[in-house]
Nanobody, 124 residues
Framework: QVQLVESGGGLVQAGGSLRLSCAAS????????MGWFRQAPGKEREFVAA?????????YYADSVKGRFTISRDNAKNTVYLQMNSLKPEDTAVYYC????????????????WGQGTQVTVSS
């Protein structure tokens, strides 16, 4: 079992930055792919970024956030981060952290564990 708790969301102006954190508890954190997804009102949950360990910490990003967002993890702290820069109003959503033993990193159904979500609002 893995428990995930997100933090760091909030209200920011367009062009600003936020860093989301996802603290994980449970066993074998290092063996999981960690992903970030988001869901805006009236829209489906969409992939944002992912990172796994068995491919040397390879990272993956949605085209919409590539070059602006960075995913990283601190295995000693059992924490994964999402640094979000140059935020746009269209980034407004609830952001979810997820963990799973999967290579289908962009598929939300492939993840086993989810956090409760944290709201990110970007004003224009």
């Amino acid at each position: 079992q893995v428990q995930l708790v997100e933090s760091g969301g909030g209200l920011v102006q367009a062009g600003g930055s936020l860093r989301l954190s996802c603290a994980a508890s449970g066993r074998s954190f290092n063996s999981y792919t960690m992903g970030w997804f988001r869901q805006a009102p009236g829209k489906e949950r969409e992939f944002v970024a992912a990172l796994n360990n068995w491919s040397g910490g390879r990272t993956y990003y949605a085209d919409s956030v590539k070059g602006r967002f960075t995913i990283s993890r601190d295995n000693a702290k059992n924490t994964v981060y999402l640094q979000m820069n140059s935020l746009k109003p269209e980034d407004t959503a609830v952001y979810y952290c997820a963990a799973g033993r999967t290579n289908y990193y962009s598929t939300w159904g492939a993840y086993d564990y989810w956090g409760q979500g944290t709201q990110v609002t970007v004003s224009s």
